[in-house]
């Protein structure tokens, strides 16, 4: 799934790897309680003076909570725009923590792996 | 982070030469930034792969799949339902990964694309630099932030030999002898003091496979 992509969202891939995970992720998003207890567990939440972005529960959030609102109806410049949250706010340390039991390093990475499947990831020669 | 650069493509090319269904996987980690297995370096390696194979008129059946980290068992399970699905895995991870992954796939040929240097420091980007030989036994602190494990060529504790020459070494004149650089910032630092204590040698002999269970979680790991 690393072939090189379009320009074009395949929106059916992004579906189907949204199915396959549906069930943990739609029980993630639903479970969150806006609570803020893994912020404190975020090394960049408090690195970058607990700045709310950094939140574990925003990335999550706006990454794969996005994609799934919009039934993976996503194109290149949303893709664009959770790759931020993804991949520059998160580290994918896993050292997070919900008292709820989310599995917030699973779902950025789920996110992550969407971005991929259609040609968006960091490019560290630029 | 783990540097590492990619291996001759006749290498790769050989290794996978009996195998007709190949996946080659990426680590999103440190050899992503070193530009060196990424999910770019993997679309790289395939296209070249496919050429070479193409053109010796034994076309494969080649996958590309990037996991976030390969030395990570979470990020590795990605490749449960993928990777049985080839005859022999690539990986373009650093050897920690490579083993990782050979460890989660114990029945299948698992060859390395990538051949780990060291772990550095990005100068420029594509220009990576050794700076730590994780040879456990950290002695940064008296000699001035400087390693003479990694920079001198004959990894010496106290002091240089009697190759150093007008600031370099003996080996090459291109390349800074360690201890007169220690010397030099120690002196900067007015600390000299530091490297006139003795330190006993490293015996590297005595190495054996580490695991580092850090302090707290003793208990909870006790037993391994």
Known sequence: MTEQKSAAVDTAEVKRMLDKHKAKMKMSLSLCAHCSLCAESCFLFNARNKDPKYMPSYKFINSIGKIYKKKGKVDKAMLEEISVNAWKRCVLC????????????????????????????????? | MVKGKRKPLEEIRAALAPYNKVLVTGCGGCVSVCLAGGQKEVNLLMDDLKMLFKQANTPKHLKGYTVERQCNRQFLAELDELAPQAECLVSMACGAGVQYLAERFPNMPVFPAINTIAIGVDREIGIYEEKCRACGECVLAYTGGICPVTRCAKCL????????????????????????????????????????????????????????????????????
């Open chain 1, 94 to 126: 896993t050292r997070c923590y919900c008292p709820f039991g989310i599995d917030i390093p699973d779902m950025i990475a789920l996110a992550r792996s969407i971005c991929r499947s259609q040609g968006v990831f960091p490019q560290y020669d630029e």
């Open chain 2, 157 to 224: 504790f106290n002091g240089p030999c009697g190759g150093t020459n007008k600031g370099m070494c003996e080996i090459s004149n291109d390349i800074p002898c360690a201890w007169y650089d220690i010397y030099n910032r120690l002196k900067d630092q007015k600390r000299l003091g530091d490297i006139l204590k003795i330190q006993t040698p490293m015996e590297w002999r005595n190495q054996t496979q580490r695991t580092v269970i850090q302090e707290g979680y003793e208990k909870r790991y006790a037993g391994r």
